[in-house]
Protein backbone atom coordinates (compact mmCIF):
# COMPACT_ATOMS: atom_id res chain seq x y z
CA UNK A 1 0.00 0.00 0.00
CA UNK A 2 1.29 3.49 -0.97
CA UNK A 3 0.26 6.72 0.54
CA UNK A 4 -1.77 9.03 -1.87
CA UNK A 5 -1.15 12.37 -2.30
CA UNK A 6 -3.13 14.99 -4.22
CA UNK A 7 -2.29 18.42 -5.44
CA UNK A 8 -4.68 21.22 -7.22
CA UNK A 9 -4.96 21.01 -11.29
CA UNK A 10 -3.03 24.28 -11.91
CA UNK A 11 -0.08 22.76 -9.07
CA UNK A 12 -0.32 19.91 -11.29
CA UNK A 13 0.30 21.69 -14.34
CA UNK A 14 3.39 23.73 -13.16
CA UNK A 15 5.22 20.86 -11.87
CA UNK A 16 4.86 19.06 -15.22
CA UNK A 17 5.93 22.17 -17.01
CA UNK A 18 8.75 22.13 -14.24
CA UNK A 19 9.36 18.57 -14.96
CA UNK A 20 13.27 18.34 -15.32
CA UNK A 21 15.61 15.25 -17.00
CA UNK A 22 18.21 15.14 -14.03
CA UNK A 23 21.49 13.25 -15.41
CA UNK A 24 24.65 11.77 -13.89
CA UNK A 25 27.47 9.87 -15.32
CA UNK A 26 29.22 7.91 -12.44
CA UNK A 27 32.49 5.67 -13.24
CA UNK A 28 31.88 3.11 -9.86
CA UNK A 29 35.95 2.88 -9.20
CA UNK A 30 38.33 1.98 -6.47
CA UNK A 31 39.59 5.26 -4.74
CA UNK A 32 41.37 5.50 -1.15
CA UNK A 33 39.72 7.33 2.31
CA UNK A 34 40.53 7.93 5.92
CA UNK A 35 36.54 9.34 6.85
CA UNK A 36 37.29 8.17 10.53
CA UNK A 37 40.77 9.47 10.42
CA UNK A 38 41.83 6.12 11.87
CA UNK A 39 42.77 4.10 8.90
CA UNK A 40 43.19 4.74 4.77
CA UNK A 41 41.75 1.90 3.07
CA UNK A 42 40.49 1.05 -0.71
CA UNK A 43 36.76 2.33 -0.84
CA UNK A 44 34.03 1.97 -3.80
CA UNK A 45 33.80 5.78 -5.32
CA UNK A 46 32.42 7.53 -8.39
CA UNK A 47 34.90 8.92 -10.80
CA UNK A 48 37.41 8.39 -8.77
CA UNK A 49 36.35 10.21 -5.62
CA UNK A 50 34.70 9.49 -2.41
CA UNK A 51 32.02 10.11 -1.27
CA UNK A 52 29.45 9.91 -4.03
CA UNK A 53 27.61 13.12 -4.76
CA UNK A 54 24.31 13.43 -3.29
CA UNK A 55 21.49 13.40 -5.82
CA UNK A 56 18.57 16.10 -6.06
CA UNK A 57 15.82 15.52 -7.67
CA UNK A 58 12.32 17.00 -7.87
CA UNK A 59 8.94 15.37 -8.05
CA UNK A 60 8.25 14.71 -11.71
CA UNK A 61 11.68 14.57 -12.60
CA UNK A 62 13.24 11.90 -14.62
CA UNK A 63 16.63 10.67 -13.33
CA UNK A 64 18.94 9.04 -15.51
CA UNK A 65 22.28 7.81 -14.02
CA UNK A 66 24.53 6.34 -16.77
CA UNK A 67 26.66 3.71 -14.66
CA UNK A 68 30.18 2.14 -15.93
CA UNK A 69 31.28 -0.42 -13.89
CA UNK A 70 35.32 0.47 -13.63
CA UNK A 71 35.51 -2.32 -11.12
CA UNK A 72 37.62 -5.57 -10.98
CA UNK A 73 34.26 -7.15 -10.22
CA UNK A 74 30.16 -7.00 -11.32
CA UNK A 75 27.67 -4.43 -9.16
CA UNK A 76 24.22 -3.15 -9.29
CA UNK A 77 22.45 -0.16 -7.66
CA UNK A 78 19.13 0.47 -6.44
CA UNK A 79 17.41 3.34 -5.45
CA UNK A 80 16.36 2.52 -2.23
CA UNK A 81 12.76 3.34 -1.57
CA UNK A 82 11.92 3.69 -4.94
CA UNK A 83 8.24 2.23 -6.28
CA UNK A 84 9.91 1.60 -9.91
CA UNK A 85 5.70 0.97 -10.68
CA UNK A 86 6.60 -0.27 -14.13
CA UNK A 87 10.30 0.00 -14.29
CA UNK A 88 10.98 -3.13 -12.34
CA UNK A 89 14.13 -3.99 -13.68
CA UNK A 90 15.30 -0.73 -12.67
CA UNK A 91 15.35 -1.51 -8.75
CA UNK A 92 18.91 -2.91 -8.69
CA UNK A 93 19.17 -5.76 -6.40
CA UNK A 94 21.03 -8.57 -8.47
CA UNK A 95 19.51 -11.47 -9.64
CA UNK A 96 15.93 -10.54 -8.53
CA UNK A 97 15.35 -7.53 -10.93
CA UNK A 98 18.70 -7.61 -12.77
CA UNK A 99 21.89 -9.18 -13.97
CA UNK A 100 24.70 -7.23 -12.35
CA UNK A 101 26.74 -5.22 -14.34
CA UNK A 102 29.88 -6.84 -15.62
CA UNK A 103 33.40 -5.44 -15.10
CA UNK A 104 34.46 -2.94 -18.14
CA UNK A 105 30.35 -2.94 -18.97
CA UNK A 106 27.70 0.07 -19.17
CA UNK A 107 24.07 0.22 -17.96
CA UNK A 108 21.60 3.54 -17.96
CA UNK A 109 19.17 3.56 -14.64
CA UNK A 110 16.49 6.26 -15.87
CA UNK A 111 12.67 6.52 -13.78
CA UNK A 112 10.16 8.98 -13.17
CA UNK A 113 10.30 10.69 -9.67
CA UNK A 114 6.84 10.27 -9.04
CA UNK A 115 7.62 10.23 -4.96
CA UNK A 116 9.02 13.05 -2.38
CA UNK A 117 10.90 12.88 0.68
CA UNK A 118 13.90 11.56 1.87
CA UNK A 119 16.24 7.77 0.48
CA UNK A 120 19.25 6.72 -0.56
CA UNK A 121 21.35 4.73 -3.38
CA UNK A 122 23.54 2.18 -2.67
CA UNK A 123 24.42 -0.80 -4.27
CA UNK A 124 23.12 -4.37 -4.29
CA UNK A 125 25.61 -6.77 -4.83
CA UNK A 126 27.79 -8.57 -1.94
CA UNK A 127 28.22 -6.19 0.81
CA UNK A 128 29.56 -3.19 -1.42
CA UNK A 129 27.52 -0.55 -0.33
CA UNK A 130 29.77 -1.05 2.91
CA UNK A 131 33.29 -0.39 1.23
CA UNK A 132 31.31 3.13 0.13
CA UNK A 133 28.97 3.17 -2.39
CA UNK A 134 25.91 4.83 -0.90
CA UNK A 135 24.93 8.79 -1.22
CA UNK A 136 21.99 10.04 0.10
CA UNK A 137 18.71 10.53 -2.81
CA UNK A 138 16.22 13.84 -1.68
CA UNK A 139 13.28 14.28 -3.86
CA UNK A 140 12.00 17.27 -3.33
CA UNK A 141 8.12 18.53 -3.39
CA UNK A 142 6.42 21.30 -4.53
CA UNK A 143 4.99 22.45 -2.07
CA UNK A 144 6.25 20.40 0.90
CA UNK A 145 3.99 19.97 3.83
CA UNK A 146 5.88 21.42 5.93
CA UNK A 147 7.34 25.25 6.06
CA UNK A 148 11.42 25.18 7.07
CA UNK A 149 13.86 27.67 6.17
CA UNK A 150 16.77 25.18 5.46
CA UNK A 151 16.85 21.87 4.89
CA UNK A 152 20.36 19.69 6.19
CA UNK A 153 21.00 16.37 4.70
CA UNK A 154 22.51 14.00 7.47
CA UNK A 155 23.94 10.94 6.62
CA UNK A 156 24.90 8.36 9.57
CA UNK A 157 26.32 4.94 9.43
CA UNK A 158 28.95 2.45 10.68
CA UNK A 159 32.32 2.07 9.59
CA UNK A 160 34.79 -0.63 8.59
CA UNK A 161 38.66 -1.23 8.15
CA UNK A 162 38.23 -4.04 6.47
CA UNK A 163 36.81 -4.73 2.67
CA UNK A 164 33.45 -6.00 2.85
CA UNK A 165 34.58 -9.42 0.98
CA UNK A 166 36.99 -9.64 3.77
CA UNK A 167 34.62 -9.39 6.60
CA UNK A 168 32.18 -11.70 4.47
CA UNK A 169 34.74 -14.19 4.76
CA UNK A 170 34.83 -14.09 8.59
CA UNK A 171 31.13 -13.90 8.78
CA UNK A 172 30.47 -16.97 6.89
CA UNK A 173 32.60 -19.25 8.07
CA UNK A 174 32.34 -22.58 9.50
CA UNK A 175 34.85 -20.93 12.47
CA UNK A 176 32.07 -18.67 13.20
CA UNK A 177 29.48 -21.18 14.39
CA UNK A 178 27.34 -18.35 16.71
CA UNK A 179 27.34 -16.20 13.72
CA UNK A 180 29.08 -13.39 15.42
CA UNK A 181 28.64 -10.47 12.57
CA UNK A 182 32.04 -8.03 12.20
CA UNK A 183 31.56 -5.10 14.53
CA UNK A 184 32.53 -1.86 12.72
CA UNK A 185 35.43 0.65 13.55
CA UNK A 186 33.37 3.92 13.63
CA UNK A 187 30.22 5.44 13.23
CA UNK A 188 30.38 8.75 11.00
CA UNK A 189 28.04 11.73 11.17
CA UNK A 190 28.20 13.28 7.88
CA UNK A 191 31.17 11.53 6.12
CA UNK A 192 33.00 12.43 9.38
CA UNK A 193 34.09 12.40 12.43
CA UNK A 194 34.36 16.44 12.77
CA UNK A 195 31.15 17.06 11.59
CA UNK A 196 29.36 20.21 13.17
CA UNK A 197 26.21 22.26 12.18
CA UNK A 198 25.04 26.06 12.69
CA UNK A 199 22.25 27.04 13.46
CA UNK A 200 20.85 30.91 13.45
CA UNK A 201 18.71 31.88 16.27
CA UNK A 202 14.88 31.25 15.13
CA UNK A 203 15.45 29.67 11.97
CA UNK A 204 13.42 26.15 11.39
CA UNK A 205 15.95 23.53 9.92
CA UNK A 206 14.59 20.52 8.46
CA UNK A 207 16.83 17.84 9.39
CA UNK A 208 16.98 14.54 6.83
CA UNK A 209 17.87 11.60 9.10
CA UNK A 210 19.66 9.23 6.90
CA UNK A 211 20.96 5.79 8.37
CA UNK A 212 23.30 4.20 5.50
CA UNK A 213 24.78 1.14 7.67
CA UNK A 214 25.11 -1.93 6.86
CA UNK A 215 24.59 -2.89 10.80
CA UNK A 216 23.92 -0.52 13.30
CA UNK A 217 21.07 0.85 14.06
CA UNK A 218 21.65 5.16 15.78
CA UNK A 219 19.34 6.96 18.14
CA UNK A 220 19.46 10.36 17.70
CA UNK A 221 18.85 13.45 19.92
CA UNK A 222 19.81 17.02 20.44
CA UNK A 223 20.43 18.81 23.73
CA UNK A 224 18.23 21.00 24.89
CA UNK A 225 15.80 21.04 21.26
CA UNK A 226 12.88 19.12 20.70
CA UNK A 227 12.60 17.21 17.65
CA UNK A 228 9.68 17.18 15.58
CA UNK A 229 9.08 14.25 13.71
CA UNK A 230 7.24 15.16 9.73
CA UNK A 231 8.92 12.20 7.77
CA UNK A 232 9.62 8.85 7.80
CA UNK A 233 11.06 6.64 4.85
CA UNK A 234 9.14 9.16 2.25
CA UNK A 235 5.59 9.37 4.07
CA UNK A 236 4.58 12.88 5.55
CA UNK A 237 3.09 12.28 9.12
CA UNK A 238 1.42 14.08 11.35
CA UNK A 239 4.15 16.58 13.13
CA UNK A 240 4.91 15.01 16.41
CA UNK A 241 7.43 16.41 19.07
CA UNK A 242 9.39 14.24 20.51
CA UNK A 243 13.10 14.52 22.06
CA UNK A 244 14.61 11.76 20.52
CA UNK A 245 14.29 8.87 17.45
CA UNK A 246 16.18 6.02 16.47
CA UNK A 247 16.87 4.59 12.63
CA UNK A 248 17.70 1.56 12.15
CA UNK A 249 19.81 0.05 8.87
CA UNK A 250 18.04 1.92 6.20
CA UNK A 251 15.05 3.87 8.16
CA UNK A 252 15.30 7.48 7.16
CA UNK A 253 13.72 10.29 9.25
CA UNK A 254 13.09 14.30 8.72
CA UNK A 255 12.62 16.23 12.05
CA UNK A 256 11.96 19.91 12.34
CA UNK A 257 14.07 21.84 14.84
CA UNK A 258 13.45 25.31 15.81
CA UNK A 259 16.69 27.18 16.63
CA UNK A 260 16.96 29.72 20.06
CA UNK A 261 16.73 32.84 20.28
CA UNK A 262 19.74 33.22 21.77
CA UNK A 263 23.57 32.51 21.02
CA UNK A 264 25.18 32.32 24.37
CA UNK A 265 25.00 28.48 24.58
CA UNK A 266 25.94 25.96 22.23
CA UNK A 267 24.90 22.56 21.68
CA UNK A 268 25.60 18.97 20.56
CA UNK A 269 23.79 16.96 18.15
CA UNK A 270 24.33 13.42 19.32
CA UNK A 271 23.88 9.63 17.29
CA UNK A 272 24.39 6.72 19.80
CA UNK A 273 24.74 3.49 18.75
CA UNK A 274 22.65 0.60 20.05
CA UNK A 275 25.46 -1.58 21.47
CA UNK A 276 23.14 -4.52 22.24
CA UNK A 277 23.57 -5.27 18.37
CA UNK A 278 27.76 -6.03 18.92
CA UNK A 279 28.55 -9.75 20.33
CA UNK A 280 31.77 -7.63 21.43
CA UNK A 281 32.31 -4.30 22.63
CA UNK A 282 36.08 -3.01 21.35
CA UNK A 283 37.51 -0.74 23.94
CA UNK A 284 38.46 1.94 20.91
CA UNK A 285 35.09 2.05 19.21
CA UNK A 286 33.53 5.32 19.76
CA UNK A 287 30.08 4.23 19.68
CA UNK A 288 28.22 7.58 20.99
CA UNK A 289 28.89 9.85 18.40
CA UNK A 290 28.81 13.37 18.84
CA UNK A 291 28.73 17.10 16.51
CA UNK A 292 28.91 20.44 18.39
CA UNK A 293 25.54 22.23 16.93
CA UNK A 294 26.98 26.09 16.98
CA UNK A 295 25.12 29.33 17.36
CA UNK A 296 28.25 31.28 18.34
CA UNK A 297 31.49 29.60 17.65
CA UNK A 298 33.74 32.41 19.56
CA UNK A 299 32.96 30.70 22.77
CA UNK A 300 32.82 26.89 24.26
CA UNK A 301 29.78 26.91 26.48
CA UNK A 302 27.50 23.63 25.88
CA UNK A 303 24.53 22.63 27.49
CA UNK A 304 24.54 20.09 29.34
CA UNK A 305 24.15 16.79 28.57
CA UNK A 306 20.68 15.18 27.98
CA UNK A 307 21.71 12.41 25.98
CA UNK A 308 19.03 8.88 27.15
CA UNK A 309 20.60 6.81 24.05
CA UNK A 310 19.37 3.56 24.10
CA UNK A 311 17.12 4.11 27.06
CA UNK A 312 14.53 5.95 24.19
CA UNK A 313 11.19 5.56 24.50
CA UNK A 314 10.75 6.76 21.15
CA UNK A 315 8.25 4.40 19.30
CA UNK A 316 7.44 4.89 15.43
CA UNK A 317 4.51 2.79 15.77
CA UNK A 318 2.75 5.73 17.37
CA UNK A 319 2.89 7.98 14.12
CA UNK A 320 0.60 8.66 11.85
CA UNK A 321 0.66 9.31 7.85
CA UNK A 322 -0.53 13.22 6.97
CA UNK A 323 -2.37 11.71 4.47
CA UNK A 324 -4.64 9.09 6.39
CA UNK A 325 -5.25 5.56 5.70
CA UNK A 326 -7.03 2.89 7.67
CA UNK A 327 -5.66 -0.75 7.84
CA UNK A 328 -8.24 -3.15 5.90
CA UNK A 329 -8.58 -6.70 6.79
CA UNK A 330 -6.31 -8.94 4.69
CA UNK A 331 -6.52 -11.26 1.57
CA UNK A 332 -3.64 -12.77 1.64
CA UNK A 333 -0.88 -14.12 4.76
CA UNK A 334 2.31 -14.39 4.57
CA UNK A 335 3.70 -16.14 7.03
CA UNK A 336 7.64 -15.91 7.54
CA UNK A 337 9.66 -17.30 10.82
CA UNK A 338 13.06 -15.60 11.58
CA UNK A 339 15.50 -17.71 12.62
CA UNK A 340 19.42 -18.46 12.69
CA UNK A 341 20.97 -22.23 12.04
CA UNK A 342 23.71 -23.66 11.22
CA UNK A 343 23.29 -25.39 7.73
CA UNK A 344 24.51 -28.49 5.49
CA UNK A 345 27.86 -26.59 4.60
CA UNK A 346 28.71 -25.64 8.25
CA UNK A 347 27.80 -22.19 8.68
CA UNK A 348 25.36 -20.46 10.24
CA UNK A 349 22.49 -18.50 8.24
CA UNK A 350 19.96 -16.22 8.25
CA UNK A 351 16.70 -17.61 7.33
CA UNK A 352 12.47 -17.58 7.04
CA UNK A 353 10.90 -20.70 7.99
CA UNK A 354 14.38 -22.58 8.02
CA UNK A 355 15.56 -22.03 4.59
CA UNK A 356 17.77 -19.57 3.52
CA UNK A 357 17.44 -17.71 0.34
CA UNK A 358 19.62 -18.64 -2.68
CA UNK A 359 19.77 -16.65 -5.56
CA UNK A 360 18.72 -18.29 -8.68
CA UNK A 361 20.64 -18.38 -12.07
CA UNK A 362 17.88 -16.27 -13.66
CA UNK A 363 16.64 -12.95 -12.27
CA UNK A 364 13.59 -13.56 -10.39
CA UNK A 365 12.20 -10.69 -12.61
CA UNK A 366 13.18 -12.29 -15.90
CA UNK A 367 11.23 -15.44 -15.25
CA UNK A 368 7.99 -13.83 -14.07
CA UNK A 369 8.37 -12.18 -17.55
CA UNK A 370 9.50 -15.02 -19.92
CA UNK A 371 7.51 -18.39 -18.41
CA UNK A 372 3.81 -17.63 -19.42
CA UNK A 373 0.70 -19.72 -17.03
CA UNK A 374 4.14 -21.10 -15.19
CA UNK A 375 4.91 -17.56 -13.51
CA UNK A 376 2.19 -18.63 -11.17
CA UNK A 377 4.29 -21.76 -10.65
CA UNK A 378 6.05 -20.91 -7.50
CA UNK A 379 8.68 -23.84 -8.10
CA UNK A 380 9.77 -22.13 -11.18
CA UNK A 381 11.43 -19.26 -9.51
CA UNK A 382 14.01 -21.89 -7.63
CA UNK A 383 13.78 -24.37 -4.73
CA UNK A 384 15.49 -21.83 -2.54
CA UNK A 385 14.03 -18.66 -3.93
CA UNK A 386 11.99 -18.05 -0.84
CA UNK A 387 9.20 -17.45 -3.88
CA UNK A 388 6.18 -16.15 -2.87
CA UNK A 389 3.33 -15.27 -5.55
CA UNK A 390 1.17 -12.80 -5.01
CA UNK A 391 -2.71 -12.08 -6.70
CA UNK A 392 -3.11 -8.45 -8.34
CA UNK A 393 -4.34 -6.06 -5.57
CA UNK A 394 -4.80 -8.34 -2.93
CA UNK A 395 -4.13 -7.22 0.47
CA UNK A 396 -1.01 -8.99 2.20
CA UNK A 397 -0.53 -9.67 5.41
CA UNK A 398 2.99 -10.57 6.59
CA UNK A 399 3.75 -12.19 9.67
CA UNK A 400 7.28 -11.63 11.37
CA UNK A 401 8.25 -14.35 14.11
CA UNK A 402 11.86 -13.20 14.82
CA UNK A 403 13.70 -16.26 17.05
CA UNK A 404 16.89 -14.67 17.13
CA UNK A 405 18.31 -12.88 20.20
CA UNK A 406 18.91 -9.86 17.95
CA UNK A 407 16.58 -7.27 15.96
CA UNK A 408 16.55 -7.36 12.12
CA UNK A 409 15.43 -4.12 10.47
CA UNK A 410 13.35 -5.24 6.96
CA UNK A 411 13.20 -3.93 3.75
CA UNK A 412 10.26 -3.97 1.29
CA UNK A 413 11.01 -3.16 -2.15
CA UNK A 414 8.15 -1.32 -4.36
CA UNK A 415 6.10 -0.34 -1.42
CA UNK A 416 5.30 1.04 1.62
CA UNK A 417 3.78 -1.36 3.90
CA UNK A 418 1.33 -0.37 7.12
CA UNK A 419 2.99 -1.01 10.40
CA UNK A 420 -0.26 -3.00 12.11
CA UNK A 421 1.24 -4.66 15.04
CA UNK A 422 3.89 -5.40 16.84
CA UNK A 423 5.03 -7.37 20.31
CA UNK A 424 6.74 -9.77 22.65
CA UNK A 425 7.10 -13.71 21.43
CA UNK A 426 5.99 -15.35 18.81
CA UNK A 427 2.56 -14.47 17.39
CA UNK A 428 0.24 -17.67 17.38
CA UNK A 429 -2.57 -16.81 15.33
CA UNK A 430 -4.91 -15.71 17.74
CA UNK A 431 -5.70 -12.08 16.60
CA UNK A 432 -7.85 -11.03 20.08
CA UNK A 433 -3.85 -11.38 21.68
CA UNK A 434 -2.94 -8.62 19.29
CA UNK A 435 -2.90 -4.79 20.32
CA UNK A 436 -3.98 -3.63 16.07
CA UNK A 437 -2.95 -0.27 15.06
CA UNK A 438 -5.76 -0.13 12.50
CA UNK A 439 -6.71 3.89 12.32
CA UNK A 440 -3.98 5.22 10.13
CA UNK A 441 -1.34 3.71 10.79
CA UNK A 442 2.27 4.29 9.84
CA UNK A 443 3.62 3.63 6.88
CA UNK A 444 7.23 3.27 5.77
CA UNK A 445 9.12 0.78 4.05
CA UNK A 446 12.32 -0.76 6.38
CA UNK A 447 10.51 -2.05 10.25
CA UNK A 448 12.22 -3.16 12.96
CA UNK A 449 11.51 -6.33 14.51
CA UNK A 450 12.98 -6.46 18.19
CA UNK A 451 14.29 -9.76 19.61
CA UNK A 452 12.31 -12.79 20.01
CA UNK A 453 9.31 -10.55 19.19
CA UNK A 454 6.80 -10.02 16.41
CA UNK A 455 5.90 -7.54 13.42
CA UNK A 456 2.39 -7.35 11.06
CA UNK A 457 2.89 -5.68 8.17
CA UNK A 458 0.22 -5.12 5.53
CA UNK A 459 0.52 -3.63 2.05
CA UNK A 460 -1.63 -3.85 -1.24
CA UNK A 461 -0.11 -5.64 -3.82
CA UNK A 462 -0.76 -3.04 -6.69
CA UNK A 463 3.10 -3.10 -8.12
CA UNK A 464 3.41 -5.95 -10.66
CA UNK A 465 6.85 -7.00 -10.27
CA UNK A 466 9.32 -9.03 -8.51
CA UNK A 467 9.79 -7.08 -4.92
CA UNK A 468 12.99 -8.50 -2.53
CA UNK A 469 11.75 -8.30 0.99
CA UNK A 470 15.40 -8.65 3.46
CA UNK A 471 16.70 -7.96 6.26
CA UNK A 472 18.62 -5.08 5.81
CA UNK A 473 21.47 -6.00 7.94
CA UNK A 474 24.17 -6.25 5.10
CA UNK A 475 25.74 -9.15 7.23
CA UNK A 476 22.35 -10.97 7.15
CA UNK A 477 21.23 -10.70 4.06
CA UNK A 478 23.98 -12.43 2.32
CA UNK A 479 23.44 -15.07 5.02
CA UNK A 480 20.22 -15.95 3.74
CA UNK A 481 17.65 -13.56 5.44
CA UNK A 482 15.50 -12.98 2.47
CA UNK A 483 12.43 -13.99 0.05
CA UNK A 484 10.89 -12.48 -2.94
CA UNK A 485 7.51 -11.80 -3.91
CA UNK A 486 6.00 -12.14 -6.97
CA UNK A 487 3.46 -9.92 -7.41
CA UNK A 488 0.65 -10.08 -10.33
CA UNK A 489 2.65 -12.75 -13.37
CA UNK A 490 -0.26 -12.08 -15.87
CA UNK A 491 -0.36 -8.14 -15.43
CA UNK A 492 3.14 -7.62 -15.49
CA UNK A 493 3.26 -9.78 -18.08
CA UNK A 494 0.55 -7.20 -20.15
CA UNK A 495 2.10 -4.22 -18.99
CA UNK A 496 5.96 -4.99 -18.48
CA UNK A 497 8.79 -5.45 -21.29
CA UNK A 498 12.43 -5.51 -20.42
CA UNK A 499 14.25 -3.52 -21.96
CA UNK A 500 17.59 -4.78 -24.36
CA UNK A 501 20.11 -3.13 -22.25
CA UNK A 502 19.24 -5.20 -19.57
CA UNK A 503 18.92 -8.57 -21.59
CA UNK A 504 22.28 -7.45 -22.59
CA UNK A 505 23.69 -7.06 -18.91
CA UNK A 506 22.85 -10.89 -18.58
CA UNK A 507 24.67 -11.70 -22.10
CA UNK A 508 27.47 -9.83 -20.82
CA UNK A 509 27.60 -12.16 -17.78
CA UNK A 510 26.76 -15.26 -19.87
CA UNK A 511 23.67 -15.76 -17.39
CA UNK A 512 20.41 -16.46 -18.98
CA UNK A 513 18.11 -13.91 -19.77
CA UNK A 514 14.78 -15.80 -19.31
CA UNK A 515 13.30 -19.47 -18.11
CA UNK A 516 12.79 -20.49 -14.85
CA UNK A 517 15.97 -20.78 -12.01
CA UNK A 518 17.88 -23.50 -13.71
CA UNK A 519 17.80 -21.31 -16.89
CA UNK A 520 15.36 -23.68 -19.03
CA UNK A 521 11.95 -23.76 -20.16
CA UNK A 522 9.31 -25.19 -18.20
CA UNK A 523 9.72 -26.94 -15.33
CA UNK A 524 12.92 -28.86 -14.88
CA UNK A 525 14.79 -27.18 -12.54
CA UNK A 526 17.39 -29.39 -12.59
CA UNK A 527 21.04 -27.53 -11.83
CA UNK A 528 19.12 -24.89 -10.57
CA UNK A 529 20.77 -23.10 -7.34
CA UNK A 530 20.24 -25.31 -4.01
CA UNK A 531 21.88 -27.40 -1.26
CA UNK A 532 21.72 -24.93 2.09
CA UNK A 533 19.21 -26.60 4.41
CA UNK A 534 18.91 -27.09 8.06
CA UNK A 535 21.72 -30.54 9.02
CA UNK A 536 19.18 -33.62 8.95
CA UNK A 537 17.95 -34.25 12.80
CA UNK A 538 17.74 -38.03 12.12
CA UNK A 539 18.95 -40.23 10.32
CA UNK A 540 19.95 -39.88 6.58
CA UNK A 541 19.52 -43.04 4.11
CA UNK A 542 23.36 -43.46 4.05
CA UNK A 543 22.68 -43.36 7.94
CA UNK A 544 20.15 -46.10 7.84
CA UNK A 545 22.52 -47.86 5.76
CA UNK A 546 25.17 -48.23 8.07
CA UNK A 547 22.58 -48.49 11.02
CA UNK A 548 21.56 -51.71 9.41
CA UNK A 549 24.81 -53.09 8.36
CA UNK A 550 25.93 -52.59 12.32
CA UNK A 551 23.04 -54.19 13.35
CA UNK A 552 23.31 -57.23 11.34
CA UNK A 553 27.44 -57.88 12.25
CA UNK A 554 25.76 -57.65 15.98
CA UNK A 555 23.19 -60.68 15.08
CA UNK A 556 25.73 -62.27 13.23
CA UNK A 557 28.02 -62.13 16.25
CA UNK A 558 25.72 -63.20 18.75
CA UNK A 559 24.83 -65.99 17.13
CA UNK A 560 28.09 -67.01 16.74
CA UNK A 561 28.11 -67.48 20.34
CA UNK A 562 25.01 -69.00 20.64
CA UNK A 563 26.39 -71.29 18.06
CA UNK A 564 29.71 -71.77 19.90
CA UNK A 565 27.86 -72.40 22.92
CA UNK A 566 25.33 -74.66 21.56
CA UNK A 567 27.40 -76.43 19.90
CA UNK A 568 30.31 -77.16 22.94
CA UNK A 569 33.35 -77.67 20.49
CA UNK A 570 35.50 -79.33 23.45
CA UNK A 571 32.97 -82.63 23.47
CA UNK A 572 34.62 -83.66 20.77
CA UNK A 573 37.90 -83.76 22.66
CA UNK A 574 37.07 -85.01 25.50
CA UNK A 575 35.23 -87.92 23.11
CA UNK A 576 38.56 -88.81 21.76
CA UNK A 577 40.50 -88.96 25.46
CA UNK A 578 38.03 -91.35 26.34
CA UNK A 579 38.58 -93.73 23.60
CA UNK A 580 42.36 -93.75 23.66
CA UNK A 581 42.04 -94.30 27.52
CA UNK A 582 40.20 -97.33 26.82
Known amino acids: MRSLFFVPLALAAASVANAAIVEHWWNITYTTANPDGLFERRVIGVNGTWPPPVVDVTVNDTLRIHTYNGLDEPTALHAHGMFQNGTGWMDGPSMVTQCPIQPGHNLTYEFKITQHGSYWIHAHFMGQYMDGLRTPFILHNSPEAYAYDEEIVVPLYDWYHDQSAVNLDTFLNIKNPTGAEPVPQSGLIMDSPNASFNFQPGKTYRLRLINMSGFSMFYVSIDGHDLDVIEVDGVDTIRETVKNVYL ?199 VQVPAESFAIIRFRADNPGAWFFHCHIEWHLESGLAAVFIEAPDVAQQRLELPQSFIDACDAGNIPATGNAAGKDGLDLKGAPKGLTLIYDGFTAKGKGAMAACILAALIGIGSIVWYAIADPEKKAREIRAAKAQ
Not at 278 to 291: I, M, T
Not at 338 to 349: A, C, L, P, Y
Not at 370 to 381: F, I, K
Not at 417 to 443: C, E, K, L, T, Y
Open 248 to 446: TAAQRVSVLVTAKNTTDTNYYFRADMDTDMFDVLPEDLEYNLVAPVYYDKSHDRFAPSEDVGMESDFDDITLRCLEPASAVEPDHQVNLTIDFQVTTDGINRGMFNELPYVAPKVPSLNTMLSMGNLSYEETVYGPQTQAYVLNHLDMVEIILNNLDAGAHPFHLHGHVFQIVARGDGVFDGNRSNVQWHSDNPIQRDV
